[in-house]
């Protein structure tokens, strides 16, 4: 049996932690990161395993239905973990068709190639989504569970929860063997400062303004990214075919309760006066139809496959924030060229 597994967006944040575990833990298995090298995918982020006698890096496009026929067709993968996304929020507003392309559109190229060419008997097709296809939640609704209804509300929720429904037909219609995580917002190392923490981070350090929408009021549930890893590799082992599985950690935060850890934090890394970091707050214009709050209900995957997250947020925070303190040079490589034209436009160079 082939022992080839495809992992698509294995250079962007998420996917590169994945790559990695998969990479060590599994020797006997063969890894092919499939990644475009967006602005968000770079290859430093795996430049530990670059050498590894089980790792393959292929440069391309899940949008080009003959690349990716050609590659299954050469390959005959064994399982697919699927992350390759256009991920922000704020760009899927300003941008939405190349969500449509590379979530929907490329979701259904490589369904489709899986179906051709991979291991349709005893492999596996694993898609990683996110929490924000089932919509917002009030402050005291409860959190969303695997059968709560979809109703995603952004361009990007809106692209991720077609390719979920693009997934479990094809499960349903070609009894795929496949599985779907959603998880809520992950933080650790190697993330793209566009999204809230590696962002405030980076302008707290350059005394830039630390840009909050609206009040700050919004809830989000963070889980440290190398939890989210382990409970992809357990779901992609022991996750039963057709199932979704939520992951979460548990941790709700303010974003503005958050912004204000972060700037104690940094404070006191940085040897700077209490509240010199948080005096850099600044409410901005809201983001357009910002979702509330989201939380996840993950009992089913602690009950099932036996997974809870492995650090207390304190601990994982903690870390992250020194690992982007020590790795300014890798901050300044992903900031440069493409990302900053992107960030004058987004935040008039302050
Ligand atoms: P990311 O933006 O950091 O990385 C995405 C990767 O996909 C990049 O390496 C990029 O180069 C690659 N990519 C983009 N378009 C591609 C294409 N057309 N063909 C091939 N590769 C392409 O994203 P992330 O935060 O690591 O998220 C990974 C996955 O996890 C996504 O599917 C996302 O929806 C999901 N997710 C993310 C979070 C989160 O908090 N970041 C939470 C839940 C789920
Ligand atoms: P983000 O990291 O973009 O993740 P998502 O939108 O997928 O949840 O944003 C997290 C929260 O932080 C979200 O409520 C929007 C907010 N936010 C800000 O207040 N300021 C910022 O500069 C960014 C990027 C996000």
Known sequence: ????????????????????????????????????LTYAGNLENLSDIAHAANYHFVKGDIVDRDFLDALFDTHRFHGVIHLAAESHVDRSITNPLEFVMTNMVGTANLLNAFRKYGDMQHGRFYHVSTDEVYGELGMTD??????????????????????????????HTYNMP???????NNYGSHQFPEKLIPLMIHNIRNRKPLPVYGK??????????????????VIYHKGTSGETYNIGGNNEWKNIDLVH????????????SAGESASLIHFVADRSGHDFRYAINAD?????????????????????????????????HVTSG??????????GGR
């Open 216 to 233: 700050g009021e919004n809830v989000r549930d963070w889980l440290w990214v190398n939890d989210h890893a382990r409970a992809i590799d």
């Open 1 to 36: 049996m082939s022992r080839k597994i495809l992992i698509t967006g294995g250079a962007g944040f998420i996917g590169s932690h994945v790559v990695r575990l998969f990479v060590t833990q599994y020797p006997e298995y063969e890894i092919y990161n499939l990644d475009k």
């Open 261 to 272: 850890k972060l700037c104690e934090i940094m404070d006191r890394k940085l040897n700077r």
């Open 300 to 332: 089913k995957l602690q009950r099932e496959l036996g997974w809870t997250p492995s650090v207390q947020f304190d601990q994982g925070f903690e870390q992250t924030i020194d690992w982007y303190l020590a790795n300014e040079s890798w901050l300044e």
């Open 142 to 171: 409860p959190a969303f569970t695997e059968e709560t209804p979809y109703h995603p509300n952004s361009p990007y929720s809106a692209s991720k929860a077609g390719s979920d429904h693009l997934v479990r037909a094809y499960h």
């Open 338 to 347: 493409s990302y900053r034209d992107y960030y004058q436009a987004m935040y």
């Open 178 to 184: 496949v599985v779907i995580s959603n998880c809520s």
